[in-house]
Every structure is written in structure tokens, then in C-alpha cells.
């Protein structure tokens, strides 16, 4: 007998094929514009690096325009004797000469560089703790919620840190003058603040009698005696010192300002119900948790004292007998001064390297930022 041939065609053959695998026109056009998408994002992920160097250029062409040619230039002219006048490339190469007279070389120029050191080292110890503590302080005192018109306070208080250094700097000589109002506050009258130039040392130690270096404090180190050394900071800059920690405190104020409101309340309650004292709370509780703001405090402190310079140059020009007399001065007066832009230079290679050794210092003192508790 003859097989009777199926009805319907058989499973797999290709008339059933390609009838379950041909889709709708409208799938096909869904998977296409689904295919496009993945693609055009693939696109966009790998331009995704070009994209952000495109939006960071302007901002990295002012570091290189702005900050790492004269930096460089700057090294590269501390190698040359460059009067300042003229091209630089048309200078003559004096090797190591320029910063053999700063350090090994006897000479003026290498004991005006140990004044400005001498100066600017005690301005740093005296300036960055006490402007920081006491910009904690007022940080503190505004923030306290009892305190009524804090907003006009914080204002106030800021408000010099805004103000021209030059202007402020000219009120203090006023304020500070021999005839000035500080003195007649004073129950004493008869200080110079601005002309006197013994250190601090040197005059405590005059009230007890002692009105010249001992025999031992003779020696020479770096060019000035180890008494020059020891006799701290003069009269004058002392009250320079005074100028730089009340313009400065603002600032810092509000820094310290802005890691106070990040301490949730609910943590200093819990210390006082778990009974803390005032003190405890501060020392346990708040003052580890501003580590951030103290280091951001305390480094923008030394940077800023190191290169201290318009409140110095104001007043009195380094002097009196350069007891004020800073690094950053120095390179104003060699460059501009002398003519000695060579020499200038290498005094701010210098000062380049001892701020960044000190930052160093007060990292490894204090920690880095990013060490909260």
C-alpha cells in the first residue's frame, strides 16, 4: 500500500523554519534602534576620557602657563647671572655661584639670608599656633547657639581677613606709634613698636641685669652669633606677628566654623548623658573629629607665614636693622633693589624647599587629612 504523505508539513523542514523565525516588521525595528543605542553608548564610554580632558584643559593650561613654566624658569634662571633687565636667554650660566653665596659663602648676602630665616622661623612657631588656636576659639564662641546676632559676629570677625592688607597694615602703625593710642593705654609710654629692634629675649633678660650675650652664646652659626640666634623675635616684628594673627584668624574661623555644624549634636548629648564634662567633650569628642580642619588650619599657616611679605614691606621695610627682614622680602629687594634677579632666584628655590620640608614636618606631626577617628 501506498504511505498517505502528511498533511501539514513536517517539524524542522524549511517551510516551518522560516515561518518561526521571521518576526514582525515592528521587532525588527525595536531590536535595530536597541542595537543602535548600545552602540552609540559604547561610542560616548570610550570618548568618555577625551570628554573629560576637554573640560579639565582650561584649568590645567592655567597650571602650566601660570605655575609650572615660571616655576621652572625660575630654577632655571637661579643658574644664570641675570640682572633682571633684558632677555634671561641672553644671561651667562654661573653654575652653583648664586646659591654658594646664599649657604658656604662668608659674606653680606649669605648673613641677610640667615636674618630673613632667623625671622621668618620665629614669626612661624609664634604665628601658627596662635592664630590657629585662637581662630578654634572664636569658631567656637560663634557657634554656640545662646549667642545672639552670631551672623553679625562671624562678619566682624571675618571682615579683616577681606580688607586690604595695606590699608590695615598703615592703621597699625598708626595705632602702634610711639604717640599712638596703644601706648596710652598702656600703663608705659615709652615703646617704639616699630623701631625697636632687641629681641624679646634679649630685653626679658635686660630686666634682670643681663645686657649682653655670655662668652658660650659667641660662637657663630651660619653667619650671626648663637646669641642673634636665641634672643627671639624683635619688638617690631612681634608687632607684625600681632597684625598677621588678628587679619588671619577670620579665616581660619570659618574653617573650623564649617567642621563644628558637621558635629551632629546627638553625639555631644550622648557624652554629656553618659556624663562628660565640658572639657572631656571638647577633648574626647570634638576636638578629634575637627583633625581635618586643624590640618588644613595648620598648613595654610605655615605656607602663608613662610611667604609673608606686603605686611613686612609696609611697615618698615625689613627693618629696623633687618630684625624683620623675611625670605620673600629678600627676593623683592635682590631682584628689584640690586638687580640680582640670579641671586632672587635661587633665595626662591630655597624658600621652595623649606616650605615644602616643614609641610612635610607638620604632616608627619599632625596626620593627613583623611586620618578622621
Same mark, same amino acid.
Given at each position: 500500500?501506498?504511505?498517505?504523505?502528511?498533511?501539514g508539513p513536517v517539524s524542522g523542514s524549511p517551510a516551518m523554519g522560516g515561518a518561526a523565525q521571521t518576526a514582525p516588521?515592528?521587532v525588527r525595528r525595536r531590536k535595530g534602534r536597541g542595537n543602535r543605542g548600545r552602540s552609540q553608548r559604547a561610542t560616548?564610554?570610550?570618548?568618555?576620557?577625551?570628554?573629560?580632558?576637554?573640560?579639565?584643559?582650561?584649568?590645567?593650561?592655567?597650571?602650566?602657563?601660570?605655575?609650572?613654566?615660571?616655576?621652572?624658569?625660575?630654577?632655571?634662571?637661579?643658574?644664570?647671572?641675570?640682572?633682571?633687565?633684558?632677555?634671561?636667554?641672553?644671561?651667562?650660566?654661573?653654575?652653583?655661584?648664586?646659591?654658594?653665596?646664599?649657604?658656604?659663602?662668608?659674606?653680606?648676602?649669605?648673613?641677610?639670608?640667615?636674618?630673613?630665616?632667623?625671622? /621668618?622661623?620665629?614669626?612661624?612657631? @609664634?604665628?601658627?599656633?596662635?592664630? =590657629?588656636?585662637?581662630?578654634? %576659639? *572664636?569658631?567656637? !564662641?560663634? #557657634?554656640?547657639?545662646?549667642?545672639?546676632?552670631?551672623?553679625?559676629?562671624?562678619?566682624?570677625?571675618?571682615?579683616?581677613?577681606?580688607?586690604?592688607?595695606?590699608?590695615?597694615?598703615?592703621?597699625?602703625?598708626?595705632?602702634?606709634?610711639?604717640?599712638?593710642?596703644?601706648?596710652?593705654?598702656?600703663?608705659?609710654?615709652?615703646?617704639?613698636?616699630?623701631?625697636?629692634?632687641?629681641?624679646?629675649?634679649?630685653?626679658?633678660?635686660?630686666?634682670?641685669?643681663?645686657?649682653r650675650a655670655p662668652g658660650w652664646a659667641e660662637t657663630e652659626v651660619f653667619e650671626l652669633r648663637l646669641w642673634d640666634?636665641?634672643?627671639?623675635?624683635?619688638?617690631?616684628?612681634? /608687632?607684625?606677628?600681632?597684625?598677621? @594673627?588678628?587679619?588671619?584668624?577670620? =579665616?581660619?574661623?570659618?574653617? %573650623? *566654623?564649617?567642621? !563644628?555644624? #558637621?558635629?551632629?549634636?546627638?553625639?555631644?548629648?550622648?557624652?554629656?548623658?553618659?556624663?562628660?564634662?565640658?572639657?572631656?567633650?571638647?577633648?574626647?569628642?570634638?576636638?578629634?573629629?575637627?583633625?581635618?580642619?586643624?590640618?588644613?588650619?595648620?598648613?595654610?599657616?605655615?605656607?602663608?607665614?613662610?611667604?609673608?611679605?606686603?605686611?613686612?614691606?609696609?611697615?618698615?621695610?625689613?627693618?629696623?636693622?633687618?630684625?624683620?627682614?623675611?625670605?620673600?622680602?629678600?627676593?623683592?629687594?635682590?631682584?628689584?633693589?640690586?638687580?640680582?634677579?640670579?641671586?632672587?632666584?635661587?633665595?626662591?628655590?630655597?624658600?621652595?624647599?623649606?616650605?615644602?620640608?616643614?609641610?612635610?614636618?607638620?604632616?608627619?606631626?599632625?596626620?593627613?587629612?583623611?586620618?578622621?577617628?
Amino acid at each position: 500500500m501506498t504511505e498517505t504523505a502528511s498533511a501539514g508539513p513536517v517539524s524542522g523542514s524549511p517551510a516551518m523554519g522560516g515561518a518561526a523565525q521571521t518576526a514582525p516588521p515592528s521587532v525588527r525595528r525595536r531590536k535595530g534602534r536597541g542595537n543602535r543605542g548600545r552602540s552609540q553608548r559604547a561610542t560616548l564610554h570610550r570618548r568618555d576620557p577625551l570628554i573629560g580632558w576637554l573640560f579639565a584643559a582650561p584649568a590645567l593650561l592655567g597650571l602650566v602657563v601660570f605655575l609650572a613654566i615660571p616655576i621652572a624658569l625660575t630654577l632655571w634662571v637661579s643658574f644664570r647671572d641675570w640682572t633682571g633687565l633684558g632677555s634671561p636667554f641672553d644671561s651667562e650660566s654661573v653654575g652653583l655661584d648664586n646659591y654658594r653665596e646664599l649657604l658656604t659663602e662668608p659674606g653680606l648676602r649669605r648673613r641677610d639670608f640667615a636674618i630673613s630665616l632667623r625671622n /621668618t622661623f620665629y614669626y612661624v612657631i @609664634i604665628v601658627v599656633p596662635v592664630q =590657629t588656636f585662637f581662630a578654634m %576659639f *572664636l569658631a567656637f !564662641l560663634v #557657634n554656640q547657639r545662646f549667642l545672639r546676632g552670631r551672623g553679625g559676629f562671624r562678619t566682624l570677625l571675618y571682615f579683616p581677613s577681606v580688607t586690604s592688607s595695606i590699608a590695615i597694615t598703615l592703621i597699625w602703625l598708626v595705632l602702634f606709634a610711639q604717640s599712638g593710642i596703644v601706648n596710652r593705654i598702656l600703663p608705659f609710654s615709652d615703646i617704639n613698636w616699630f623701631d625697636e629692634p632687641n629681641g624679646l629675649v634679649h630685653n626679658l633678660l635686660g630686666v634682670f641685669g643681663v645686657d649682653r650675650a655670655p662668652g658660650w652664646a659667641e660662637t657663630e652659626v651660619f653667619e650671626l652669633r648663637l646669641w642673634d640666634w636665641l634672643s627671639g623675635p624683635s619688638v617690631a616684628l612681634l /608687632t607684625i606677628m600681632l597684625l598677621a @594673627i588678628w587679619t588671619t584668624s577670620g =579665616t581660619m574661623m570659618l574653617i %573650623f *566654623l564649617g567642621g !563644628l555644624q #558637621n558635629i551632629s549634636r546627638d553625639i555631644e548629648e550622648a557624652a554629656a548623658v553618659d556624663g562628660a564634662t565640658w572639657w572631656k567633650r571638647f577633648r574626647y569628642v570634638v576636638l578629634p573629629m575637627l583633625r581635618p580642619q586643624m590640618y588644613l588650619a595648620v598648613t595654610l599657616g605655615v605656607i602663608g607665614t613662610w611667604q609673608v611679605f606686603d605686611q613686612v614691606y609696609a611697615s618698615n621695610l625689613g627693618g629696623p636693622q633687618k630684625t624683620t627682614l623675611t625670605p620673600a622680602l629678600l627676593v623683592y629687594l635682590q631682584a628689584f633693589d640690586n638687580s640680582q634677579a640670579g641671586l632672587a632666584a635661587a633665595t626662591a628655590v630655597i624658600l621652595f624647599f623649606i616650605i615644602l620640608l616643614f609641610t612635610f614636618l607638620q604632616r608627619r606631626v599632625t596626620g593627613s587629612s583623611d586620618q578622621t577617628p
